[in-house]
């Protein structure tokens, strides 16, 4: 089994920046993807970042392109999310998944461990 735990969430106005933190553990990957999804009030779920554990390969939601990295850490099975110019429709709930399927196509919600979320609001 895999846990995540996601940290680094908070309020921030619109133009500043956060740092996410997905911190896995009871299983070192060495393949696969870890992401991140967030979710709106009333709104589904929506890909936001991804990073091939293997490559360091990035795919991004359009809506978050030159605004948001995604980053990881191998010794410490951590994945990060840089976020820039922050905007208010940015407000979500932020969650990390993660896989340790190489083939999972990046972009979609298919992943198989699930962290509890770190909640986003930016203010305008």
């Known amino acids: 089994q895999v846990q995540l735990v996601e940290s680094g969430g908070g309020l921030v106005q619109a133009g500043g920046s956060l740092r996410l933190s997905c911190a896995a553990s009871g299983r070192t990957f060495s393949s696969g993807a870890m992401a991140w999804v967030r979710q709106a009030p009333g709104k589904e779920r929506e890909f936001v970042a991804a990073i091939k554990w293997s490559s360091s390969n990035t795919y991004y939601a359009d809506s978050v392109k030159g605004r948001f990295t995604i980053s990881r850490d191998s010794a410490k099975n951590t994945v990060y999310l840089q976020m820039s110019n922050m905007k208010p429709e940015d407000t979500a709930v932020y969650y990390c998944?993660?896989?340790?399927?190489?083939?999972?196509?990046?972009?979609?919600?298919?992943?198989?461990?699930w962290g509890q979320g770190t909640q986003v609001t930016v203010s305008s």
């Open positions: 998944a993660a896989t340790p399927n190489p083939y999972i196509y990046m972009k979609s919600l298919r992943y198989d461990y």
